[in-house]
């Protein structure tokens, strides 16, 4: 049985999207094995079959599932005698809230931070897409956007302070140990980690100090290929 979880890349290594990297974390916490597809933005055709034109798309066992949150409820339903995502029924409203919070608050702060990294590590034939599509969502071109980011990271890193309250009184997001909670909020830095090397968190920030420990239990996130 090969399972197949469709991945956007720059390369064929180097991996970058946040939604991406939670199906794959995911998977992993399952401990499923899985074979990544290299995806780029338009490599349209390739992904077709599921109906939309998105990644993450898994394909498990004649089944796909689109959608990152999607993916993570499919994976708890489909395989409960593996370590739990969200270490029981009660905890997935709450998840959802934190699946909500990165994908309104956190991701939009990151991609301001690091578009202009971004189109630089991206394949030819993507460049020209992804140019035109996040300017257009800007409304200025990606260096302009990031020219002044320096001045704009301590309001960014203010947003963290509900990470930061947290941690401060439990070690991971998901309680005693982490869950997909934890596996969301590390996709995003995981998207800044790979594709850019502008570093977001302080040195003595407890949210970094909590992705380093996490990386440390995440062995494909913390191997995975940086940009140069």
């Given at each position: 049985?090969?399972?197949?979880?469709?991945?956007?890349?720059?390369?064929?290594?180097?991996?970058?999207?946040?939604?991406?990297?939670?199906?794959?974390?995911?998977?992993?916490?399952?401990?499923?094995?899985?074979?990544?597809?290299?995806?780029?933005?338009?490599?349209?055709?390739?992904?077709?079959?599921?109906?939309?034109?998105?990644?993450?798309?898994?394909?498990?066992?004649?089944?796909?599932?689109?959608?990152?949150?999607?993916?993570?409820?499919?994976?708890?339903?489909?395989?409960?005698?593996?370590?739990?995502?969200?270490?029981?029924?009660?905890?997935?409203?709450?998840?959802?809230?934190?699946?909500?919070?990165?994908?309104t608050v956190l991701n939009p702060g990151i991609v301001r931070l690091i578009a202009a990294d971004i189109v630089r590590i991206l394949h030819d034939h993507d460049k020209a897409y992804f140019r035109q599509t996040r300017e257009a969502r800007f409304g200025?071109?990606?260096?302009?956007?990031?020219?002044?980011?320096?001045?704009?990271?301590?309001?960014?890193?203010?947003?963290?302070?509900?990470?930061?309250?947290?941690?401060?009184?439990?070690?991971?997001?998901?309680?005693?140990?982490?869950?997909?909670?934890?596996?969301?909020?590390?996709?995003?830095?995981?998207?800044?980690?790979?594709?850019?090397?502008?570093?977001?968190?302080?040195?003595?920030?407890?949210?970094?100090?909590?992705?380093?420990?996490?990386?440390?239990?995440?062995?494909?996130?913390?191997?995975?290929?940086?940009?140069?």
């Amino acid at each position: 049985m090969v399972r197949t979880l469709y991945d956007l890349a720059a390369d064929p290594e180097l991996r970058f999207s946040p939604y991406c990297w939670r199906a794959r974390l995911a998977l992993a916490h399952k401990d499923l094995p899985v074979e990544t597809v290299p995806w780029r933005f338009t490599d349209t055709d390739a992904i077709a079959f599921s109906g939309q034109g998105l990644v993450p798309v898994l394909v498990d066992e004649g089944t796909t599932v689109t959608d990152s949150w999607s993916i993570a409820l499919y994976l708890e339903d489909r395989y409960p005698d593996r370590p739990s995502l969200f270490g029981g029924a009660g905890a997935v409203a709450p998840t959802r809230f934190v699946n909500a919070w990165a994908d309104t608050v956190l991701n939009p702060g990151i991609v301001r931070l690091i578009a202009a990294d971004i189109v630089r590590i991206l394949h030819d034939h993507d460049k020209a897409y992804f140019r035109q599509t996040r300017e257009a969502r800007f409304g200025q071109p990606l260096e302009e956007l990031c020219a002044d980011r320096d001045s704009r990271l301590p309001a960014f890193r203010q947003t963290l302070e509900p990470l930061r309250a947290l941690l401060g009184a439990q070690s991971w997001l998901g309680g005693a140990e982490p869950t997909y909670a934890d596996f969301i909020v590390l996709g995003s830095f995981q998207w800044a980690r790979c594709a850019s090397p502008f570093e977001l968190l302080a040195a003595d920030d407890p949210v970094r100090a909590w992705r380093e420990r996490l990386l440390d239990r995440c062995e494909i996130a913390r191997d995975a290929r940086r940009a140069a």
